[in-house]
């Protein structure tokens, strides 16, 4: 464990974080420990997002910062690891809309906030989320939109979710640039939430973590 | 479908030639923060036209003559003060091999709605490159990377051999290799589909002034905030941020570049067509992108820089305001008193009035989700607060948050458009 890592990663020192890491792992540094560093700086981002310190850019940065460790350390790891998760979520951008910039912030919060998360991406279809749900079985179903084209598309898919008999098996939550209240109770879902925070307390509520 | 009984008379009885003067002094008076005789409304109907006409929106991008009939038809109906249909149309893009958009039929079913392919078309590595020429790598690096049928433009040599004089003739056999006279032939498509579009453009304008509607605040020029022009259509979302941690220094130069050649176009469209406005979407200044430090170091800048030199040349920026401003209002209040516009998408239109309410002319006011989802008092019991509060004193001008208005059912535009007329008198 290094605090020191931790800390240059959290305060957004690129450079240093990845020297850093390199030099932990060419002196037989635990390559776990580093992965545990890593999540515990990530969970600083996301304290630091949530309380208007941190933005999109450094979100990013701590993405492509996380990407770059990861692949550094994954020549060192002998297995894959993975710890308990809060719950699952499936989340994707609905039908007819290729918009993922918030549907990504929701992603990476939800991430650190330990859920496990599926993405299907953007422009997906109706039926899609319906067979992800059965496969993947969510406790939670997130659906972004960013066009107004979006209200009649995430209406659309809670329709299909409750026509397949799934509607009791989920929680929908909707969010992204032109969704309100309004379109909550148009769609049928059962929650909006205004930002990647809503969504980490809504799933927080309904599942528990 | 939407049957639409057209009603026997005009508003108040009046004349197309009357109800045009009046509407274009309400749309001006509102834009001088001056009280009209009512608060003007504008409708920005775009494949709402497609609903009520029962077509596609395919046809609706690529049939004029259709989408003139059924905006001339929808404007007759609701009687606004101003009204316009489709942004774009995919002529040149689709002449060109735009990779950065999507048309409903072309990459998209026929009902879909137009969209941005948004990419990292512009590398780091690109930056020098644009620093010191950017028309020359905008022609002979990023028209080939973006445009598919403009590939051939790669061959040409650098665009400063221009500047040879006689020795630059050397030079034009290039011209002749067949991916460049290929790009040329798509050029040439490109420049056919743009004349059309813009002279059909016309067209309807001047068929709905005849008709007594006023010209739409968005008519006019376009440009972007410094900041998003590097964004949207350049770097895209993941590479600009990136940027103001990686390479801040040259995206602050980038942006000083294109402020200034924005600016010199701006200006000489105003001279070159007589028409005041130059409209300004802004994509990632609101809230929630970046924090204050950051909107003050890269965003507000140039974009209050940009606003100032179109004011003094006479020029009146009408700003979309996308997202929420909330945060931000304090900054919008430097802005020339009286001289600029600004229409709002999600921010607090109440809190808008009262921050900037002696400063620019507000437009907006109406959620799109009311119109598609809510219910008619629901539409009137807003309209008439919005009327009350935000059209107080004038400088208002109704429309939709959203300058675009597909899914929005017409019986509650009705409503709103009535009560607006109703609530809207001084």
Redesign the interface.
């Known amino acids: 464990m290094s605090d020191e890592l931790v800390k240059a990663i959290a305060d ?1 020192e ?1 450079s240093r974080a990845l020297a850093m890491v390199k030099e932990l792992l060419a002196n037989g540094a635990d390559p776990l420990a580093i992965l545990d560093d890593c999540r515990r700086a990530m969970e600083i981002v996301g304290e630091r997002f949530e309380q ?7 979100l ?2 701590a993405g ?1 910062m996380l990407k770059d460790i990861s692949a550094e350390v994954k020549p060192y790891l002998k297995q894959n690891v993975s710890g308990k998760k809060n719950g699952k979520v499936l989340l994707g951008t609905v039908q ?3 918009h993922d ?1 918030g549907k990504d912030i929701v992603n990476f919060m939800l991430d650190v906030n330990n859920f496990e998360v599926r993405d299907l991406g953007v422009d997906v279809p109706p039926e899609k989320f319906v067979e992800e749900i059965k496969s993947f079985q969510p406790e939670v179903v997130a659906l972004s939109g960013f ?3 979006s ?2 598309s995430m209406k659309d898919t809670v329709d299909a979710i409750r026509k397949a008999g799934l509607r009791d098996k989920v929680k929908i939550m909707i969010g992204g ?4 209240e ?2 909550c ?2 769609a049928k879902a059962d929650a909006f939430g205004k ?1 990647a925070m809503a969504a980490v307390t809504l799933a927080k509520g309904w599942i528990g973590g | 479908m939407f049957e639409l009984t057209l009603p026997e008379t005009r508003e108040g009885n009046k004349t197309p030639e009357q109800l045009f003067a009046e509407r274009t002094q309400r749309m001006q008076d509102a834009l001088a923060l001056k009280k009209p005789d009512r608060i003007p409304i504008q409708l920005g109907f775009g494949y709402m036209l497609a609903e009520m006409g029962g077509i596609t929106r395919q046809e609706l991008h690529e049939n004029g003559e259709k989408e003139m009939e059924l905006l001339e038809k929808a404007a007759l109906y609701f009687e606004p003060d101003s009204a316009m249909g489709l942004f774009n149309n995919p002529g040149a893009a689709l002449a060109v091999g735009d990779r950065m958009t999507k048309f409903p039929g072309h990459g998209l079913p026929p009902n879909g709605s137009f969209q941005f392919v948004e990419g990292e078309y512009m590398k780091p590595e690109d930056y020098d490159a644009f620093l010191d020429d950017p028309a020359d790598w905008a022609i002979r690096k990023y028209w080939p990377r973006v445009f598919s049928k403009l590939e051939g433009l790669s061959l040409l040599p650098p665009l400063g051999i221009a500047a040879f004089g006689t020795y630059a003739l050397f030079q034009l056999g290039i011209f002749k290799a067949p991916p460049v006279a290929a790009a040329l032939r798509a050029l040439g498509d490109a420049v056919e589909a743009q004349a059309a579009a813009d002279a059909r453009g016309q067209e309807t304008f001047q068929r709905l002034a005849k008709l007594g509607f006023a010209l739409p605040l968005f008519v006019g020029s376009i440009v972007e905030a410094p900041f998003d022009f590097m964004s949207d259509t350049l770097r895209g979302m993941r590479g600009i941020m990136l940027d103001i941690h990686r390479r801040p220094e040259k995206l602050i130069a980038a942006m000083e570049k294109c402020l200034t050649f924005q600016l010199e176009f701006a200006i000489n469209f105003r001279k070159a067509t007589g028409m005041k406005m130059c409209f300004i979407p802004l994509h990632r200044g609101s809230d929630g992108f970046m924090s204050l430090e950051q909107f003050e170091r890269f965003y507000w800048p140039t974009l209050k820089n940009m606003q100032e030199v179109l004011v003094e040349n006479d020029i009146i920026p009408f700003v979309f305001y996308e997202g929420v401003w909330d945060q931000r209002l304090k900054y919008l209040a430097e802005l020339p008193k009286g001289k600029v516009s600004g229409l709002f998408q999600f921010s607090d239109i109440f809190k808008v009035k009262e921050v900037l309410g002696d400063v620019m002319c507000i437009a907006g006011g109406m959620r799109n989700s009311m119109l598609q989802a809510g219910t008619a008092e629901e539409v009137r019991e807003w309209t008439r607060k919005v009327c009350e509060v935000v059209g107080r004193d004038g400088g208002f001008v109704m429309t939709t948050g959203i300058g675009e208005m597909e899914g929005c059912r017409p019986e509650l535009v009705k409503v709103w458009v009535d009560a607006t007329k109703e609530y809207g008198v001084y």
């Open positions: 957004m690129e208007n310190v941190y933005f999109i850019p450094e990013i940065l492509e007819g809309d290729i910039i066009l107004t084209l209200y009649s640039g032109a969704v309100d309004q379109i109770s148009y930002d």
